[in-house]
């Protein structure tokens, strides 16, 4: 069974920075996308970045890819999303999530397995 849990969210200032994980567990991800997705209050879900576990080949909403970064360890089965500059628009549930590398990287409703979410809020 698959498991993706997610990590390091928290309540953080504009202009601050974050790493979130997400650690996957429960099969051999080799031929998988990792993305990250987030949804605010009132707001669908939107992409935000995606990477494969074999080439760390990277993918990013085109709004974020100034400032958020991710990356992936494959000896710890885990995906990070580095974000900087935090602004309070990014305030949202972040969501990892996991799917076979084919077809589109940035749909929601393609990817098979979800984590429960990390709450990031940014303050003024």
């Known amino acids: 069974q698959v498991q993706l849990v997610e990590s390091g969210g928290g309540l953080v200032q504009a202009g601050d920075s974050l790493r979130l994980s997400c650690a996957a567990s429960g099969r051999t991800f080799s031929r998988y996308y990792m993305a990250w997705f987030r949804q605010a209050p009132g707001k669908e879900r939107e992409f935000v970045a995606a990477?494969?576990?074999?080439?760390?080949?990277?993918n990013y909403a085109d709004s974020l890819k100034e400032r958020f970064t991710i990356s992936r360890d494959n000896a710890k089965n885990t995906v990070y999303l580095q974000m900087n500059n935090l602004k309070t628009e990014d305030t949202a549930v972040y969501y990892c999530?996991?799917?076979?590398?084919?077809?589109?990287?940035?749909?929601?409703?393609?990817?098979?397995?979800w984590g429960q979410g990390t709450q990031v809020t940014v303050s003024s």
């Open positions: 999530a996991t799917k076979v590398a084919v077809g589109s990287f940035s749909e929601g409703y393609e990817y098979d397995y």
């Open positions: 990477i494969t576990w074999s080439g760390g080949s990277t």
